[in-house]
């Protein structure tokens, strides 16, 4: 597949079983009256990029939410390895580009400047070949922007760890963006953290 010159894909990753939701699935959660997954795809479509999403075969429901948002699934059929098979298996699907911008499908307080954020920082910091969002204190978190070269590497990875081997490997070439608060971390991963989360909302 090609893209223009122009066009930077976003990788959604949105593979993992929500292990610790006892049976209840986190990218279905209600945000706003949509589920979790929905509006991280309308956040990522906001940006103008194309927008793609890592996801397992038999992830019924995901794949429902993918394709009535007209995103485009990419099927991780050894999900069950961790996070390295979602990026490893998403990345090998992405069109061609000069960069691709992954992001964690559960952070719930992502907003679509926080990606922009990112995306532009390619143009004021042209010389790095990874673009990472922080916190507002400065600890690592997503999106994270990948140079194309460094898409090779992405056959490689194996294990839960992602590609932490990989940006450790090029930190000398990272640009970090700071995003505001946590938004660039926080995640819910229990139901408790869930109502607790929502009770604070109220």
């Known amino acids: 597949m090609t893209t223009t010159a122009q066009s930077v894909p976003i990788l959604i990753l949105a593979a993992g079983r929500s292990a610790r939701m006892r049976g209840r699935d986190k990218l279905l959660e209600d945000m706003g009256g949509v589920p979790l997954l929905q509006r ?3 956040m990522a479509q906001a940006t103008g990029q194309p927008v793609f999403v890592a996801v397992p075969p038999d992830a019924t429901a995901r794949l429902a939410i993918i394709a009535q948002n007209k995103a485009t699934p990419l099927m991780i059929t050894d999900a ?3 996070l390295s098979a979602s ?3 998403g990345v090998a699907q992405l069109p061609d580009a000069p960069a691709f911008l992954v992001m964690l499908a559960d952070l719930v307080a992502l907003e679509t400047a926080d990606l922009r954020a990112v995306l532009q920082a390619r143009d004021t910091a042209p010389d790095a070949m990874i673009w990472r969002g922080t916190t507002a204190q400065g600890q690592p978190g997503h999106p994270i922007l990948f140079a194309a070269s460094l898409r090779p590497d992405f056959a490689n990875l194996t294990g839960d ?3 932490d081997a990989l940006v450790r490997k090029h930190a000398a070439q990272t640009h970090l963006v700071r995003l505001p608060d946590n938004r660039a971390r926080f995640d819910l991963d229990t139901p408790e953290e869930w109502d607790a989360w929502r009770n604070a909302s109220l």
């Open 87 to 89: 990026l490893r298996g």
């Open 161 to 163: 760890k992602g590609a």
């Open 80 to 82: 069950d390895e961790g």
């Open 40 to 42: 991280q795809i309308a």
